[in-house]
């Protein structure tokens, strides 16, 4: 059947049926024109310091030209940035982009293993890391392509305030663990030598890759999405139009807890909002919810987004419903299904609805948006953002008709350029007419708002961080005493799923608390099985294949 848009009879009013990707030709453009207009406005915040876009424009060009200039990068040259939210990471950012450069947006919690492979996988010359995570990165470093190693701590452009922030860090709290990489460069010296060089005109167009984005995959292996600038400047000119119905230019306060190594608060904190000369308040550590809290009520802010847990998590710290809520006028909740209960209260709370959003890494993120003078949750992840069409195909990929169940399926501006080396996974996943298909089962109703109904893929989501259950498998069955392993997802009040390992023994003796212990060593937090099942059998299909469903449907909610 053709394809039908209803969701354009829906749209707001004042939001485009398309957007001009071609008023941009590279995130750097956009950054430009920014600085241009709001060159004295905050733009990022963080632990009480601020600096302004004309700073975030001198120092991102320093940085640039010390990548070009000192280090000799050439255009298309992959930077590995592993650091939570702090003023180094926009620095850092822009300035790799600036430079014609790709970032490599890296998990600060990773493992040695995770690590390892994601920097080999890239190709990444040089690592900017935090000092909390240097000690990861020395021990990865053997066998990749890594050149440079840049580190810094979190007080470092903090002022006199950040040589004590350092200290307690290390000495104090015993958040830095000793490390020792040789050549490494402070990130403050990396400026500094940076003014030496003149930052060369690069012409950056838009089919260069800006972003690594690295993401799970049915097999278990992290792979690159390669996000270009097309990419990256269609969401954000998508996005932009959306939110402006109720987002005024230049008069923006954000708060970003999500990391912004994490595609969500990437684009719609880091990127849009910069597009529009917000100030970005970063939140280092956002799991600290009485300190969070704290933060909050420094001063009024006007938008915040998060996931499902982030919400849940605010509304029951106590203080929060003191806080001013006067400017308040966007909440945008995505990564994961938010739940009615949660966006009720933060309704009632706040005063201002919780609306939901839909995206993938590999559409950049954003594909589908509820509007944003919602006046209450609907159930609904929206409609499809300008320029960007939806629809649900069936196994032998025909369009289904309206209320029919089958896979959501995109196509954009906004949609990857492909997985990076990896042809067959690319094809695997966007078809011969260039339609995305996301694993996720979906309807529509008649206004064109579309409606998760499942997802066919067995993944779990973890506070709306990706767990794909065979990687967990293949760690968990390296241990000798597991014969066979099955992961799957549970539900989980505060995470909205939690990890579950189904195993049967090799060896009678071994432990939940063994198999936890291993997990911890070998994945990143929030992959770690919180429940360890043993069984005798697990159930599987006549040609042997397990049947994750079947577990799921026998765990107890």
Same mark, same amino acid.
């Given at each position: 059947m053709t394809l039908d848009r209803p969701w354009l009879s829906s749209y707001p009013a004042g939001v485009p049926a398309e957007i001009d990707v071609n008023e941009f030709h590279?995130?750097? /453009?956009?950054?430009?024109?920014? &600085? @241009?207009?709001?060159? =004295?406005?905050?733009?990022?915040?963080?632990?009480g310091k601020r600096i302004t876009y004309a700073e975030l424009d001198a120092l991102s060009k320093r940085f640039a030209a010390y990548l070009l200039g000192e280090l000799k990068l050439k255009k298309g040259d992959r930077v590995a940035i592993m650091m939570p939210n702090c003023l180094q990471y926009p620095i850092a950012t822009f300035g790799v982009l600036r430079a014609g450069l790709t970032v490599v947006n890296t998990n600060p919690m990773y493992t040695v293993r995770e690590l390892k492979h994601q920097l080999a996988d890239s190709g990444a010359s040089v690592v900017l890391v935090l000092d909390n995570f240097? !000690?990861?990165?020395?021990?990865?470093? $053997? +066998?990749?392509?890594?050149?440079?190693?840049?580190?810094? +701590?979190?007080?470092?452009?903090?002022?006199? %305030? +950040?040589t004590l922030v350092n200290f307690v860090l290390k000495y104090v709290k015993k958040m830095v663990p000793d490390y020792d990489i040789p050549g490494a460069v402070r990130f403050n010296d990396a400026l500094t030598l940076g003014q030496r060089h003149a930052l060369p005109d690069i012409e950056i167009d838009h089919e260069d890759i800006a972003f690594l984005q690295y993401t799970g995959g049915t097999t278990g292996v992290a792979k690159g999405a390669m996000l270009t600038h097309r990419n990256l400047v269609a969401n954000m000119q998508q996005a932009s139009a959306w939110v402006s119905t109720v987002a005024k230019p230049g008069d923006e306060t954000i708060i970003t807890a999500l990391p912004l190594y994490h595609i969500f608060a990437l684009t719609a904190n880091g990127l849009v909002f910069m597009k529009l000369g917000g100030l970005n308040i970063l939140i280092t550590n956002p799991r600290d919810m009485p300190g969070f809290v704290k933060e909050l009520k420094r001063e009024p802010f006007t938008a915040i987004t998060g996931v499902n847990t982030l919400? !849940?998590?605010?509304l029951n710290t106590p203080g929060f419903s003191d806080i001013d809520f006067s400017r308040l006028r966007l909440t945008l909740g995505g990564g994961m299904a938010v739940q009615r209960a949660v966006a009720e209260r933060w309704k009632k709370v706040t005063g201002v609805t919780l609306v939901?959003?839909?995206?993938?890494?590999?559409?950049?993120?954003? /594909?589908?948006? !509820?509007?944003?003078?919602l006046t209450d949750y609907n159930g609904s992840i929206g409609l499809p953002v300008p320029s960007t069409d939806a629809c649900v195909k069936d196994e032998e990929n025909r369009i289904l008709a309206t209320g029919e169940v089958g896979e959501l399926c995109i196509k954009g501006p906004q949609v990857m350029k492909g997985y990076?080396?990896?042809?067959? @996974?690319? $094809?695997?996943? &966007? =078809?011969?007419?260039?339609w995305l298909h996301t694993g996720d089962m979906a309807r529509m109703d008649e206004k064109g708002f *579309?409606? &998760?109904? =499942?997802? %066919?893929?067995?993944? &779990?989501?973890?506070?709306? *961080? !990706?767990?794909y259950p065979n990687e967990v498998e293949d760690v968990i069955a390296l241990m000798p005493g597991v014969l066979e392993v099955a992961a799957v997802g549970v539900p989980d009040e505060?995470? +909205?799923? $939690?990890?579950k390992v189904v195993i049967v023994k090799k060896d009678p003796n071994l432990t939940a608390d063994q198999v936890k212990a291993h997990a911890r060593e070998n994945l990143t937090g929030y992959k770690h099985p919180k429940y360890v099942e043993f069984r005798t059998e697990l159930p599987k299909t006549n040609v042997g294949k397990i049947l994750r469903r079947e577990l799921r449907e026998s765990s107890p909610s």
């Open positions: 590279s995130v750097p /453009a956009v950054l430009q024109k920014t &600085i @241009e207009s709001y060159r =004295d406005r905050p733009a990022f915040s963080s632990m240097g !000690n990861t990165v020395q021990q990865a470093l $053997a +066998g990749t392509q890594v050149k440079q190693v840049i580190t810094t +701590g979190l007080g470092d452009l903090l002022g006199l %305030k +950040g919400f !849940n998590g605010l939901e959003a839909y995206g993938l890494t590999e559409t950049s993120p954003a /594909a589908c948006m !509820n509007p944003m003078d990076w080396n990896r042809p067959e @996974e690319t $094809a695997q996943v &966007i =078809d011969a007419d260039g *579309f409606y &998760i109904v =499942d997802r %066919k893929k067995d993944m &779990i989501l973890v506070s709306g *961080f !990706n767990v505060k995470s +909205g799923e $939690a990890v």
